[in-house]
């Protein structure tokens, strides 16, 4: 099925170790977006890329790092994870200039410990 | 900059029962409006949308009027279903040029609908 994929679904870090969160789409959007999602604070814009090549920051951009693979792949990196961190981490794309909607992928629960 | 403030919940209402779902924005310029649900372990999915002032988007027997005027998006539906039991969340989305944005989202509204 078309849409947006994330791996892992489920990861349990220590403290001070690295990973990475994987996201494709395979709807040709130009757009990819990452954002966190915790308890009584909504959904939160960490990093998005308008465009193959391109990336900036969002809202809560401290202690993440993104790449821009290529037009279907965009990744978050945790260089050194932190229980702060701990959360529910979405993937989403938009083909459009944000009036199209977006297309989220299933998550990512991350548990720093 | 732009906000979304919706309702706290949880909202519980009856089978049958009629849903508001209060959502107020703060944005400059023309924003696009949406709801999303998110359904227990899943990611978020689009409910429906306006792109415009007094456009109304419906969807699922959901319907929700963009009012510029009050600057608010309500979610409204006549009759909800046990099957309607979800976290539902408002959002607006701004074009600057050149590359999205991306979406401002509300904190979410958890909906209980009980038998």
């Known amino acids: 099925n078309a849409g947006v994929t994330q791996t892992p679904k489920f990861q349990v870090l220590k403290t001070g170790q690295s990973m990475t969160l994987q996201c494709a789409q395979d709807m040709n959007h130009n757009s990819m977006y990452w954002y966190r999602q915790d308890p009584g604070m909504g959904l939160r814009l960490i990093y998005y890329?308008?465009?193959?090549?391109?990336?900036d920051k969002g809202e809560v951009p401290n202690g993440y790092n993104v790449s821009r693979l290529n037009k279907r792949e965009f990744s978050l990196r945790l260089e050194s994870a932190a229980p702060s961190q701990t959360s529910v981490y979405f993937c989403?794309?938009?083909?459009?200039?944000?009036?199209?909607?977006?297309?989220f992928g299933s998550g990512t629960r991350l548990t720093v410990v | 900059g732009d906000s979304v403030t919706q309702m706290e919940g949880p909202v519980t209402l009856s089978e049958e029962a009629f849903l508001t779902i209060n959502c107020t924005y703060t944005a400059t310029g023309y924003p696009s409006l949406f709801w999303y649900v998110q359904y227990p372990g899943e990611g978020l999915q689009l409910l429906l949308k306006a792109t415009k002032a007094d456009d109304k988007g419906s969807n699922k027997g959901f319907e929700a009027t963009y009012r510029k005027e009050t600057t608010s998006f309500h979610l409204e539906k006549g009759s909800v279903q046990v099957s309607d039991s979800a976290v539902y969340f408002c959002a607006l989305s701004q074009y600057s040029g050149g590359g999205a944005d991306g979406l401002t989202f509300g904190k979410g509204t958890h909906l209980i609908i009980q038998p």
């Open positions: 989403a794309s938009s083909g459009g200039t944000g009036s199209y909607g977006y297309t």
């Open positions: 890329s308008a465009s193959e090549g391109t990336t």
